[in-house]
């Protein structure tokens, strides 16, 4: 939600600048008419999303036949132009980094571990 109230007070001048906007929130406000614009830092750390079926849903089939439908190319299209989402496999004209690629589950939990520890000591300066 922090997002959304930044990029709205972003569109609406109240801010000149954000740091916590994502292009799908700008895009939005902007297709409307507002006067904002989205320009990518040097270097993003990109979050590709993600979606999976909960252990313990009650039609798994389901869930899993719309996990299919999601990552296919008629259900990227369908994010990317009817809901604005963003795509992995789009190039944005900037540098993407995801630190997570080509990690197992044991060496992503492991490296999550280290994140979130320097994440917590970096924001309790």
Known sequence: MQCSVRNDESSARQVPISFAGFSTNVSHSAAKGAPIAWV????????????GV??????????????DFLI???????????FAYGSAAKD???????????????DYI????????????????
């Open 92 to 106: 944005y004209g900037f540098e993407k980094w995801y630190p997570e690629s080509g990690l197992s589950t044991t």
């Open 40 to 51: 990518p830092m040097e270097l993003n750390v990109a979050n590709a999303g993600g979606v």
């Open 72 to 82: 296919s190319p008629e259900g990227q299209k369908m994010l990317t132009e009817k």
């Open 54 to 67: 909960s252990v313990h849903a009650p039609h798994p089939n389901a869930g899993l036949l719309l996990t």
């Open 110 to 125: 492991d490296k999550t571990e280290k994140w979130m520890k320097i994440l917590r000591d970096i924001a309790r300066r």
